[in-house]
């Protein structure tokens, strides 16, 4: 039987079930926007931060 996205999804994020029926899952993300990625990186490196 083919697996749906969702499948995959919850499969490739899923941290736990929990007791009540539910699921926990981890969901992380980072977006960068062209016009202003070059300032964000600037003050991340001026403050001594990684990404």
Wanted: aromatic share 8%; net charge negative; with cysteine.
């Amino acid at each position: 039987m083919s697996r749906t996205l969702y499948d995959k999804l919850v499969d490739a994020h899923k941290v736990c079930d929990l007791p009540d029926g539910d699921m926990l899952i981890c969901v992380d993300f980072h977006i960068m926007n062209q016009y202003t990625s070059p300032q964000a990186f600037s003050g991340l490196e001026s403050r001594g931060l990684t990404v």
